[in-house]
């Protein structure tokens, strides 16, 4: 079986980022693996993606390297606020 790919979701404890990271943890036979990234990793929202099978990432938005280790290895890097926000794609 080929390595899956990854697909970073900032913000995976809220709402928006939550329903994204259990929808592509759901599909068992996809081709995608999840890094959830959140302020927190000891929360219980946060564990209990990783208990379904997130890899858990603390993201402080004011350190260069730490946001630089959830983007390694992934395949597409997109960025995007909100309906009102930029969406930035590399």
């Known amino acids: 079986m080929a390595e899956k790919k990854i697909i970073a979701?900032?913000?995976?404890?809220?709402?928006?980022?939550?329903g994204l990271v259990r929808a592509i943890l759901n599909d068992r036979?996809?081709?995608f693996a999840v890094r959830a990234l959140t302020r927190d990793v000891t929360t219980e929202k946060a564990k209990a993606l990783a208990e379904l099978g997130a890899e858990l990432?603390?993201?402080v938005?004011?350190?260069r390297q730490a946001k630089?280790?959830?983007r390694d290895r992934l395949l597409r890097k997109d960025a995007a606020k909100d309906g009102f926000g930029l969406v930035?794609?590399?």
């Open 68 to 70: 630089q280790r959830p």
């Open 88 to 90: 930035r794609r590399s």
């Open 57 to 59: 990432v603390a993201l």
């Open 9 to 18: 979701v900032v913000g995976a404890t809220g709402a928006q980022g939550g």
């Open 61 to 63: 938005l004011d350190d």
């Open 29 to 31: 036979g996809g081709d």
